[in-house]
């Protein structure tokens, strides 16, 4: 792993720091749980697309710039450090595509991802049902075959921008005899489509930051199959992988909280308190070390390697990262970190960290069995 950036990164680097220091609003963008606020950062979303910055690393005829992953990484840590919008685009952007350019078809990479670019179309994830959570073999939302296509019908919950998003994606079970791992197939579907509901879930702030959708007898083309029929769940890892380990949670993200931990502590702290001090440290080390780990991963997929089941450790470690960074922050402000709104915030959302993307239970069982050789515990 070579941490010499090299004078074309970093003069990369410039051009992104200056765009975000002229483009990123001045104020913050109403919550994207709110329809106001999913808008206002669709629009933040065409500032970036018609600039190039919205998907840097893809092809320029999809929309990107061709950056290289290293690139990719660099424009992060500034798009976290200028302190700009979050990306209400990611769900198609960092999950669907990746698993697009591995599993899909030239057809669908010219017909979907220049729009995902332009966030005209933004994406759903439709993976979690009633009785099948971090157990995603265990779904029971099913695809019958019709000419031409597919009936899908059933129920997917908890679906992340769902109330007010454009497109959908996720597993259904095309071969009911199948075992649990097979039989699966990977689709795409209008959330606009005849025979969807969509049915917002609010949180605890009254927000729908999530939804349910119900899906009753849709038609989905053979178009919208992402891979083989009944090979879904192969399909589906890669998109996992992606969100467990690189794209969705980049450095950035962790190195900036870390920054602005240490400058809390230096101004609110207690200096006789070792232990949140030493606390204060160990989030920061361990976001240098998250940034580390991913320049290696970058480096080995630049060489030709893969993302596989090592993505669990990867998950495992940002999202106790981003929990025990955050009760720091609180533990340092006390009382008045009620009324702190972006730290009180953050913390509630890396509570979610743990349970998104397979819970650490499910990740330290992969980590087990496909990475230590372990044994299975008996059931």
């Known amino acids: 792993?070579?941490?010499?950036?090299?004078?074309?990164?970093?003069?990369?680097?410039?051009?992104?720091?200056?765009?975000?220091?002229?483009?990123?609003?001045?104020?913050?963008?109403?919550?994207?749980?709110?329809?106001?606020?999913?808008?206002?950062?669709?629009?933040?979303?065409?500032?970036?697309?018609?600039?190039?910055?919205?998907?840097?690393?893809?092809?320029?005829?999809?929309?990107?710039?061709?950056?290289?992953?290293?690139?990719?990484?660099?424009?992060?840590?500034?798009?976290?450090?200028?302190?700009?919008?979050?990306?209400?685009?990611?769900?198609?952007?960092?999950?669907?595509?990746?698993?697009?350019?591995?599993?899909?078809?030239?057809?669908?990479?010219?017909?979907?991802l220049p729009r995902m670019a332009r966030a005209d179309d933004i994406w759903a994830q439709a993976w979690s049902e009633p009785e099948a959570g971090s157990d995603l073999a265990g779904i029971r939302s099913s695809a019958r075959r019709t000419e031409n296509g597919w009936i899908l019908s059933g129920q997917k919950t908890w679906s992340s921008r769902a109330s007010f998003a454009d497109w959908a994606f996720g597993l259904f079970r095309t071969d009911p005899a199948a075992d649990r791992h097979r039989g699966l197939t990977y689709f795409?579907?209008?959330?606009?489509?005849?025979?969807?509901?969509?049915?917002?879930?609010?949180?605890?702030?009254?927000?729908?930051?999530?939804?349910?959708?119900?899906?009753?007898?849709?038609?989905?083309?053979?178009?919208?199959?992402?891979?083989?029929?009944?090979n879904g769940w192969r399909v589906a890892m890669s998109t996992s992988s992606n969100e467990r380990?690189?794209?969705?949670?980049?450095?950035?993200?962790?190195?900036?909280?870390?920054?602005?931990?240490?400058?809390?502590?230096?101004?609110?702290?207690?200096?006789?308190?070792?232990?949140?001090?030493?606390r204060v440290v160990d989030s920061w080390i361990g976001a240098q070390a998250y940034r580390l780990h991913t320049f290696g991963t970058v480096t080995r997929l630049e060489a030709g390697g893969s993302l596989g089941a090592e993505s669990s450790v990867t998950k495992?470690?940002?999202?106790?990262?981003?929990?025990?960074?955050?009760?720091?922050?609180?533990?340092?402000?006390?009382?008045?970190?009620?009324?702190?709104?972006?730290?009180?915030?953050?913390?509630?959302f890396s509570l979610s960290g743990p349970i998104y993307a397979g819970t650490n239970e499910i990740q330290r069982n992969v980590i087990a069995e496909r990475l230590l050789g372990l044994p299975k515990a008996d059931r």
Not at 15 to 24: A, G, I, K, S
């Open 316 to 348: 495992v470690f940002w999202s106790e990262l981003d929990v025990a960074l955050h009760e720091t922050a609180l533990d340092i402000l006390g009382n008045r970190g009620e009324v702190s709104n972006g730290w009180t915030d953050g913390y509630l």
């Open 245 to 278: 380990g690189m794209s969705l949670r980049s450095p950035g993200r962790f190195t900036t909280a870390a920054a602005k931990l240490v400058e809390l502590y230096k101004t609110e702290g207690d200096p006789g308190d070792s232990a949140v001090a030493a």
């Open 1 to 112: 792993m070579d941490l010499d950036l090299g004078a074309e990164t970093e003069a990369f680097r410039a051009e992104v720091r200056e765009f975000l220091r002229t483009n990123v609003p001045d104020t913050p963008l109403p919550s994207m749980d709110t329809a106001e606020g999913f808008e206002a950062h669709r629009q933040w979303e065409h500032v970036l697309a018609e600039n190039r910055y919205s998907v840097v690393s893809w092809p320029e005829e999809l929309g990107g710039r061709n950056a290289s992953l290293l690139e990719w990484v660099v424009f992060e840590e500034e798009y976290y450090a200028a302190q700009s919008p979050a990306r209400v685009s990611q769900n198609g952007i960092f999950l669907l595509a990746p698993t697009l350019f591995e599993h899909g078809t030239d057809e669908q990479l010219a017909r979907i």
């Open 188 to 230: 795409m579907f209008p959330l606009t489509a005849e025979g969807v509901t969509v049915r917002p879930i609010a949180q605890l702030d009254g927000e729908p930051g999530f939804a349910e959708i119900f899906l009753d007898d849709v038609f989905v083309p053979d178009t919208d199959v992402i891979g083989t029929v009944d």
